[in-house]
C-alpha cells in the first residue's frame, strides 16, 4: 500500500498561526513534529515510501521536512495551484501507474490529528482488504458530538467487520440536524481519508467524470519528474475541474464503502478543535506559551514570544503572533476565515506570511520599515546560498551578526566575520553565502524608492527558482518572494488504463 498525502492546503480558520506561506500542515500544532511530519510517522510499517502531493510554493518546505524525518518519497507532486482532492488524487494514482503498479493507496490529509494507532493501523488493515475486493473505502468517525462543520455519511448493509456500504452522503448541517444524526447511530462524520487501488480510481473516474479524467491525464503527460519532484505545467492543469473527490467520485459510484474509525480522530479545522484535543488544566484552560491566567476559565490562549495575561475571562480563544493578535469567543471561532478574507479584501499581507519568511536557504524577518528604508534580520543556513541577483530599486548594507558570510558582488567574491559590512549599490550584481558550518546571521539595510520583493532579478540559483522574479507587486514591500519553479514539462507516454465507455 502507498500513502498518498494530500498537503495543499491553507488552513485559514487557523489564522493567524496558519497562513498562506505556511500554512498549518507544517505547524507543530499538537507535539514537537508538524502535522505533515506526524501524518507521515503514524504509518504502520511495511508500506511503501509515500507519494506527497502539495502546492509548487510549498515544495522546499516538503523537501526539508521529509528530510528531517529520514524520509524519501516516491514523488512529490508540485501543483501550480489547488484544484481541490479529485484531480490531486488522480495525478497520484496516475504517478503509480506510471511506473508500472497497481498498488492499493491510501489518501491522507496531511493536517489530521489521530491519538489511538493501534485502531488506526487495524482501520487501515481492513480498508486495504475491502479495497483489493475492488471497493472505494472512506473513513466514517463515530461522532462524539452534534458537530455542524463536518460533513456525514449513512451507512447501509454491513460487508464484513467493521465495514459498511455508504447509503448517502449529506452536507453540513445545522445544529438539529446533527443532533438528529447523533441520535440515530446511522450516520458518521466523513473524515477525507481514502483507500483505493491506484487503477480503480482512474477507471472509475473516466466512467463518471470523464472531462476530469481526460484533463487530469493531458496535464500528467505533459509533466516532468525532475529531482524527485512532478511539476505538473499550468497551462494543462488549469483546465481541471475544482472539486473533491466526494462530489467527483464517491457520491456516484457504486461501490463506496465505510470503514469504522474509532481512534480519536480529529481534523485540527479549527481552533476549538485544538481545545478539544489538548490537555487542559483545572480551570478547562489550555495554556501555551508564556501566559499567566487568574480567574479565567474554558480558554485557549497561545503566546510564541511574549506574556499574555488574561483577567476573569472566560470562553475566549487568545492567539499571539510577532504581528497579529486573534480574540475570539467560542462560539464564534469558526468564522475566523471571514477576518483572512477581510485581509485579502483590504490588500493586507498577513494573510499570506508571517513576519519571519522561510526560504530554502533560511529565513528572514522585517524588524522596521518605512517609505525608503527597510532592515531585515537575515539567518543563512550552514552550506546554503541566496541566488546570484541584482535590484533595480535599492541599495543594501549587510552587518554580520553571527557567523561567516562569503560576499560576491561584481567581479569580487570576499569573506566578512562578526561586526563586518558591506554595501552593494543599486544594479549591482550580488550573492550570499554561508560558507560555515554554524548558521549565518546578518542585518540587511535597504534603501531606495520601491523595496518590494518583487525587485528580485536571479541571475542563478541553486534551488532551481525561477531566473527572475515573477511574483506580482504586493501591497507590501518585503512580504512575498518569487515562487520556486521547476524545469519545462516534457510529455511521457502513460501505460495503457483499461476503462470502460466514457461517453
Not at 498562506?20 to 505547524?27: D, E, N, R
Not at 497497481?102 to 488506526?120: F, G, R, S
Not at 486495504?128 to 475492488?134: F, M, T, V
Not at 519568511?357 to 534580520?377: A, C, E, I
Amino acid at each position: 500500500m502507498i500513502p498518498v498525502i494530500l498537503s495543499g492546503g491553507n488552513g485559514s480558520r487557523l489564522w493567524p498561526l496558519s497562513r498562506q506561506g505556511y500554512p498549518k500542515q507544517f505547524l507543530p500544532l499538537v507535539g514537537e513534529q508538524s502535522m505533515f511530519q506526524q501524518t507521515i510517522g503514524r504509518l504502520p510499517d511495511g508500506l511503501s515510501p509515500p507519494v506527497v502531493v502539495t502546492n509548487e510554493a510549498h515544495r522546499f518546505l516538503v523537501q526539508e521536512q521529509l528530510q528531517s524525518i529520514g524520509c524519501t518519497p516516491l514523488q512529490i507532486i508540485l501543483e501550480p495551484f489547488g484544484r481541490n482532492t479529485a484531480p490531486a488524487v488522480a495525478m497520484a494514482a496516475l504517478e503509480v501507474l506510471s511506473s508500472g503498479r497497481d498498488d492499493i493507496i491510501a489518501v491522507l490529509p496531511a493536517d489530521h490529528y489521530i491519538a489511538d494507532l493501534p485502531a488506526y493501523h487495524r482501520a487501515l488493515r481492513v480498508a486495504q482488504e475491502r479495497a483489493e475486493r475492488g471497493d472505494l473505502v472512506l473513513f466514517g468517525i463515530t461522532p462524539t458530538a452534534p458537530e455542524t462543520g463536518y460533513g456525514y455519511i449513512r451507512t447501509g448493509e454491513a460487508v464484513g467487520t467493521q465495514a459498511s456500504v455508504v447509503s448517502e452522503f449529506v452536507e453540513k448541517p445545522d445544529l438539529q440536524t446533527a443532533m438528529q444524526y447523533l441520535a440515530s447511530g446511522e450516520y458518521f462524520w466523513n473524515s477525507g481519508m481514502f483507500v483505493f487501488s491506484a487503477r480503480r480510481y482512474i477507471e472509475e473516474l473516466a466512467v463518471h467524470y470523464p472531462e476530469m479524467f481526460e484533463s487530469c491525464e493531458l496535464a500528467f503527460e505533459a509533466s516532468e519528474s525532475v529531482g524527485g519532484c512532478r511539476l505538473l505545467p499550468a497551462e494543462q492543469f488549469r483546465h481541471c475541474p475544482d472539486e473533491s473527490i466526494d462530489y467527483a467520485l464517491m457520491e456516484k459510484t457504486e461501490t463506496a464503502t465505510a470503514v469504522t474509525l474509532n481512534a480519536g480522530w480529529s481534523d485540527l479545522g479549527s481552533w476549538s478543535s485544538l481545545w478539544d484535543t489538548e490537555t487542559r488544566d483545572a480551570d478547562d484552560n489550555v495554556l501555551l506559551g508564556d501566559v499567566v491566567s487568574h480567574e479565567s476559565t474554558a480558554c485557549y490562549v497561545r503566546s510564541d514570544h511574549r506574556l499574555v495575561a488574561m483577567v476573569g475571562v472566560q470562553d475566549l480563544f487568545i492567539v499571539d503572533t510577532k504581528d497579529a493578535v486573534l480574540v475570539a469567543h467560542r462560539d464564534s471561532v469558526q468564522d475566523v476565515k471571514t477576518i483572512v478574507n477581510q485581509l485579502k479584501a483590504a490588500n493586507r499581507s498577513e494573510h499570506i506570511v508571517h513576519r519571519e519568511v522561510f526560504r530554502p536557504w533560511g529565513s528572514y524577518q522585517t524588524t522596521d520599515l518605512g517609505s525608503r528604508f527597510q532592515v531585515k534580520n537575515i539567518k543563512v543556513k550552514p552550506g546554503a546560498s541566496l541566488s546570484l541577483q541584482k535590484h533595480h530599486h535599492r541599495a543594501e548594507h549587510w552587518i554580520v551578526v553571527s557567523g561567516t558570510a562569503e560576499v560576491t558582488r561584481g567581479s569580487d567574491v570576499f569573506l566578512l566575520g562578526e561586526n563586518e559590512s558591506t554595501y552593494i549599490p543599486v544594479g549591482e550584481v550580488h550573492r550570499l553565502t554561508n560558507p560555515g558550518i554554524i548558521p549565518l546571521e546578518i542585518i540587511e539595510v535597504q534603501s531606495g524608492s520601491y523595496l518590494g520583493e518583487d525587485d528580485i532579478v536571479r541571475l542563478d540559483d541553486i534551488y532551481g527558482r525561477a531566473p527572475q522574479s515573477s511574483t506580482p507587486l504586493t501591497e507590501r514591500p518585503g512580504s512575498l518572494a518569487a515562487k520556486p519553479a521547476v524545469a519545462p514539462a516534457k510529455p511521457k507516454p502513460l501505460p495503457a488504463v483499461a476503462v470502460a465507455a466514457q461517453g
